[in-house]
């Protein structure tokens, strides 16, 4: 019977590589909780202003949900009395998860830099 350890890093390594905007939704959630809006402006702000169709972004936040990345967190009023805010946060395999694919691209990272594609810091 394989340890719960391998059984751990099975479970990441089936996950990865992860699709950008993926990626990107976890990254924005590593500080905290957000809900959508928030989650599109910190998204867009991490990858230099590029706009993310709010779209997008609730289809892919159900399939992060299903594969236990991130979960909803309990919904609270607008401050301007409109429907409640969903907001999500990781849980503990969706940071390990984006750790092992942060990981995975700082050695692609490297790689260019070894190549010189890009300067080196």
Do not use: C, W
């Not at 099975?10 to 905290?32: K, N, S």
């Not at 230099?48 to 159900?62: E, H, I, K, T």
């Not at 301007?80 to 990981?103: I, Q």
Request: glycine content about 8%; cysteine-free.
């Amino acid at each position: 019977m394989p340890s719960p350890d391998a059984v751990r890093a099975a479970q990441i390594d089936a996950l990865l590589p992860l699709a950008p905007r993926d990626y990107l939704i976890l990254f924005a959630l590593v500080d905290g909780p957000r809900h959508g809006h928030g989650l599109l402006k910190r998204i867009e702000a991490d990858a230099g202003g590029v706009p993310f169709d709010p779209a997008n972004l609730y289809r892919s936040l159900r399939k992060l949900d299903r594969d236990g990345l991130v979960v909803e967190t309990a919904t609270r009023a607008s401050e301007r009395g409109g429907p409640p805010k969903r907001s999500y946060r990781l849980t503990p395999l969706g940071k390990a998860v984006l750790g092992a694919e942060a990981a995975r691209l700082a050695t692609l990272a490297d790689a260019a830099r070894a190549r010189k594609l890009v300067p080196s810091r």
